[in-house]
């Protein structure tokens, strides 16, 4: 079974850049998230769907942050204008169930914003 | 109040010793609850998961709940340099968001 997929794996941009990081979940999970781990953090929440819907936006900072899943399927997260605090790895994950119990994780996107 | 909280550690232990590992959190609600390890420059990855009070034991894996002190602990048996990683305690609250809402981690390092 192949795992959730995540490109780029590395990125660098200059700050007030925009930048798109792509997800594709494993085949048949309905619920995707977004994750932010900071260096010596655990992940937070940015975004959670239920197919194609927003189940938890609340940590999304919305000034700046974006994303979609279209078809229920693939999801992109999209930073405009990205500062240099969003330097972080970008996690996405999936489940099967509505809950998010038993998520796995892609390997994750490294941005760093300079 | 950090809803997970975690020691940092390192916490060292020698080859072949047991580990623990300690998460509390503040969701009385909380009901699901998960252990992820996560190698240095790698995403986290799923190896236990508890939901009821007790112990849960998986090879050399023991995961342990205790809602009434909101206390989930995961013992590592027979510790190899392997294991050394981060720890990362999850919990799935029972309302609001039903998201993991993960600590900062348990850095491991076992010592050969």
């Known amino acids: 079974e192949a795992g959730v997929a995540q490109s780029p794996r590395y990125k660098i941009i200059e700050k007030r850049q925009s930048v798109a990081f792509w997800c594709n979940p494993i085949s048949g999970h309905a619920t995707l998230y977004w994750y932010q781990q900071i260096l010596g953090q655990g992940p937070k929440l940015l975004i959670q769907?239920?197919?194609?819907?927003?189940?938890?936006d609340s940590q999304l900072p919305k000034d700046r942050f974006s994303a979609e899943r279209l078809k229920g399927v693939d999801s992109t997260l999209k930073i405009q204008p990205a500062k240099l605090e969003d330097s972080a790895v970008y996690l996405c994950?999936?489940?099967?169930?509505?809950?998010?119990?038993?998520?796995?994780f892609g390997q994750g996107t490294r941005l760093t914003v300079v | 109040q950090k809803e997970v909280e975690q020691n940092s550690g390192p916490l060292s232990v020698p080859e072949g010793a047991i580990a623990s590992l300690n998460c509390t959190y503040s969701?009385?609600?909380?009901?699901?609850f998960f252990w992820y390890r996560q190698y240095s420059g790698k995403s986290p990855e799923l190896i236990m998961s508890?939901?009821?009070?007790g112990d849960k034991e998986d090879g050399r894996f023991t995961a342990q709940l205790n809602k009434a002190s909101q206390y989930v602990s995961l013992l590592i048996r027979d510790s190899q340099p392997s294991d050394s990683a981060t720890y990362l305690c999850a919990v799935i609250r029972d309302t609001g968001r039903r998201a993991l809402t993960f600590g900062s981690g348990t850095r491991l390092q076992v010592q050969p």
């Open positions: 969701d009385r609600g909380s009901q699901s």
């Open positions: 994950a999936s489940s099967l169930g509505p809950s998010g119990t038993e998520a796995f």
């Open positions: 769907f239920q197919n194609n819907g927003v189940v938890d």
């Open positions: 508890i939901y009821s009070n």
